[in-house]
C-alpha cells in the first residue's frame, strides 16, 4: 500500500458510544495531523505529531483523545461526542513542518 | 488572527476555456502556499505549491503565481476537461506544520 490510510470510511454512533479512527501512512514521513472538515468552512487542524510527540493542540474537547504510538500511526479516539461533531476527519502526514501535507480520504462520521 | 480568503465559492467554465482561482493571505510571514483538489468521497489532493522565493510555477496545465507585496496567490488552470470539476483549496503556512486555509472554490465543468 502507498500513501495515508484511513479506517474506518464510515462510522455511525450515538453519544454515548466509543469509538476509535484509524491512520497509517506509508510515506516515511515523520509528523501527522488530524482535520475536521464540516460543510461550508475551512478545514480545521485538530491536532499534530511529530516524531511521536504532540505539539499542536488547537483548542479541542478532551471527548477527542488523540494517540501516536508509532510515527505510522496515529488514532482518534472518540467519546461521549455531540450531534456537532458529525463531520468528515482527515489524517495527513508530512515529511515535517515545512513539507507538503499528504491526506487520506477521511472517515465519514455521523453522530445520532 | 491569520486568514486566508478564497474566490470565487463556485466558478464555472465551459470546456477547454481557463479557470482562475484567487487567495488573499493575512500573514505576511507566511511563505509557503499549496493548492489541493478534492474530488466527491475523496480527500484533498495536492496538485501545485509554491514557495515565497519564486514568483510562478506550471506543471503542465496547472500554474500558480504569488505576489508577495500584495499578498495574493492564483491557480490557473488552462484547457479544462471535464475531470477537473472539484472543489480546490488554497493553503498559506509558515511552515511551522499549520495550514490556514481557504474556504474553497466549487469549480464546474460545462460540456
Known amino acids: 500500500e502507498t500513501g495515508v490510510t484511513q479506517t474506518p470510511r464510515h462510522l455511525v454512533m450515538g453519544m454515548t458510544n466509543k469509538k476509535s479512527l484509524k491512520c497509517e501512512q506509508h510515506?516515511?514521513?515523520?509528523?501527522m495531523y488530524w482535520y475536521k472538515q464540516s460543510a461550508k468552512k475551512p478545514l480545521e487542524l485538530m491536532f499534530v505529531?511529530?516524531?511521536?510527540?504532540?505539539?499542536e493542540n488547537n483548542s479541542v474537547p478532551s471527548r477527542f483523545s488523540p494517540e501516536c504510538p508509532n510515527s505510522s500511526h496515529l488514532f482518534l479516539h472518540l467519546h461521549t461526542l455531540q450531534p456537532e461533531d458529525s463531520a468528515l476527519y482527515l489524517c495527513a502526514s508530512s515529511q515535517d513542518a515545512a513539507g507538503p501535507q499528504h491526506f487520506g480520504d477521511g472517515t465519514r462520521l455521523s453522530i445520532l | 488572527g491569520e486568514n486566508v480568503e478564497q474566490h470565487p465559492s463556485t466558478l464555472s467554465v465551459q470546456e477547454g476555456d481557463s479557470a482562475v482561482i484567487k487567495c488573499t493571505y493575512s500573514d505576511s510571514a507566511s511563505n509557503y502556499f499549496p493548492w489541493y483538489k478534492q474530488e466527491l468521497g475523496k480527500g484533498p489532493q495536492l496538485i501545485i505549491d509554491i514557495r515565497s522565493n519564486v514568483g510562478e510555477k506550471k506543471d503542465q496545465r496547472i500554474a500558480v503565481t504569488l505576489n508577495k507585496t500584495a499578498k495574493h496567490f492564483s491557480l490557473h488552470i488552462t484547457e479544462t476537461q471535464p475531470e477537473d470539476s472539484a472543489v480546490y483549496f488554497c493553503?498559506?503556512?509558515?511552515?511551522?506544520?499549520?495550514?490556514?486555509w481557504g474556504a474553497g472554490t466549487k469549480l464546474i465543468i460545462k460540456p
Open positions: 510515506l516515511g514521513h515523520n509528523a
Open positions: 493553503a498559506a503556512s509558515k511552515s511551522n506544520y499549520q495550514l490556514i
Open positions: 505529531y511529530s516524531l511521536e510527540e504532540r505539539v
